[in-house]
């Protein structure tokens, strides 16, 4: 079992032929994940990476039988890309692009609400199973296959998280990067509650940070839920300023939940191993599976 991506995903790289596209295409190609094509409006029909390209997702959809899609289109029509893939019965659309505006965010988030999809992101790193899929941007080399979880807002501290987790001879299930921006798709109680439910997972690590309920949200459902497996959790952010944007255009702290700190209080009121540096994952998820 994995949760979104596997060995059998069959994905299609939207923005396919521009710079970014065809560098992360490459890279997930030689990971092995089952790149099926990709998506450029009016280069139909040629080779790309020895892909065939599509101009529309429908299309590529329709000859590959896609049910991945990963968006590497420039932040002005990222959103209609994601509403495109939906549109074309795409089931997990994984967003990376950066500097969506919110207000086409708003719109996309509306638009595929009732349909049969899930969308991962955007700004986001991406999502792996390792040794099965890497369906985003993130050094495969880093993860190997094992029974944690990993669900983070930051890119760069969900390799930290996988490595230090390998480092303590455990490994990965799948790492779900859910990304920073303030309107996304899949949430971090949702993220957990997949891998809640996927049997290989034994163990999960939640990686927030400052600003908005995401974290809080996770916690209460993981508690309610009868905190069925552990959760470590790290909330990054704990010396920025009050009212100030930090990093990821999510990551501003409107309210005196929205602090470190007082994320951290929640989390260890509902059961959440907490710890107070990112250096001490790996060792926490040991202690408490060796428990």
Known sequence: ??????KNSKVIVQGFTGSEGTFHAEQMIEYGTNVVGGVTPGKGGQKHLNKPVFNTVSDAVEQTGADVSI?????AFAADAIME??????????TITEGI??????????????RDCRLVGPNCPGVITPGEAKVGIMPGFVFKKGKVGIVSKSGTLTYEAADQVVKQGLGI???????????????TKEAVELLMNDEETECIVMIGEIGGQLEADAAKWVKENGNKKPVIGFIAGETAPAGRTMGHAGAIVGGSEDTAQA??????ENGIHVV??????????AEVLNS
Do not use: H
Not at 71 to 75: D, N, Q
Not at 173 to 187: E, H, L, Q, S, W
Not at 263 to 268: E, P, V, W
């Open 173 to 187: 299930t799948t790492a779900i990067g859910i990304g920073g921006d303030p309107i996304i798709g899949t949430t």
């Open 101 to 114: 505006p919110v207000a086409d965010m708003v719109k996309a988030a509306d638009y595929i609400k009732d």
């Open 1 to 6: 079992m994995s949760v979104l991506v596997n």
């Open 71 to 75: 968006i590497f289109v420039p932040p």
């Open 85 to 94: 893939a939906a549109d074309a019965g795409i089931k997990v659309i994984i």
């Open 263 to 268: 994320k951290k209080k929640i989390l260890k």
């Open 276 to 285: 107070d540096s990112p250096a001490e994952i790996g060792l926490k998820v």
